[in-house]
């Protein structure tokens, strides 16, 4: 069974500041995708970033970034310039690229906090 | 588009009791998704539909636990007989199978506390 791992509970970072959040998982499979998502506080869960294990190259979107380590098995986050509205709980999820669903596995979260 | 819905939003009551929760997925999505979040933990999937057609559910599902999707529109939860253990996030997600690069989209999720 596929399983995903966020060892840091919490991570702080200022403002205006980078910060990388860790995500490793375990499969099998050759062939899957990564994602990470936001939760805001009493708000709803957002897709920020996914990665197609196929693909070497690290997805980028905006101020987020990846860095992908197939062999490694480690899909860590980016976050850069931060911002005041980044302040979430971020969950690193992991969906089999076979298989009848993409339902997602996730992490255990890794709450951010953005100090002014 | 007004994204996935979720009725309601809280839900408390007393232990022994039913409840029934509500998904509206988005209008397009022909696949629909249950997941159950406790604090401090990541969603862990229930239960998965394309169209009306339940195709799979997890052994967290217990007996207790029904959902349903009538028509492949709209979703119900269902808990019988809750238990305190019943407390958590339920998360509601809806995606369109006609790609593999579909996104899962979340509701707000129902807040149940069983007393």
């Known amino acids: 069974a596929q399983t995903v791992t966020q060892s840091q509970p919490e991570m702080s970072v200022q403002e205006a500041e980078t910060v990388t959040l860790s995500c490793t998982y375990d499969?099998?499979?050759?062939?899957?995708?990564l994602f990470w998502y936001k939760q805001p506080p009493s708000r709803q869960m957002i897709l920020v970033i996914r990665?197609?294990?196929?693909?070497?190259q690290n997805a980028t979107e905006n101020r987020f970034s990846v860095n992908f380590q197939k062999a490694a098995k480690s899909f860590s986050l980016k976050i850069s310039d931060s911002q005041l509205g980044d302040a979430a709980m971020y969950f690193c999820a992991y969906r089999s690229a076979s298989g009848a669903t993409n339902k997602l596995i996730f992490g255990t979260g890794t709450l951010l906090a953005v100090q002014p | 588009d007004t994204g996935v819905s979720q009725d309601p939003r809280h839900k408390i009551t007393k232990r022994g009791q039913n409840v029934t929760f509500r998904c509206d997925p988005i209008?397009?999505?022909?696949?629909l998704y249950w997941y159950r979040q406790t604090l401090g933990q990541g969603p862990e999937f229930l239960t998965y539909f394309q169209n009306e057609a339940q195709l799979e559910k997890s052994r967290l599902l217990s007996d207790r636990f029904s959902a349903e999707r009538p028509k492949g529109s709209f979703s119900t939860l269902e808990i019988q007989r809750t238990e305190q253990g019943d407390s958590a996030m339920y998360l509601c997600?809806?995606?369109?199978?006609?790609?593999?690069?579909?996104?899962?989209?979340f509701g707000n999720g129902t807040r149940l506390t069983v007393t």
């Open positions: 499969t099998s499979e050759s062939d899957y995708y």
């Open positions: 209008s397009e999505h022909n696949r």
């Open positions: 997600a809806s995606s369109f199978a006609g790609t593999d690069r579909s996104p899962l989209h």
């Open positions: 990665q197609e294990a196929y693909k070497q």
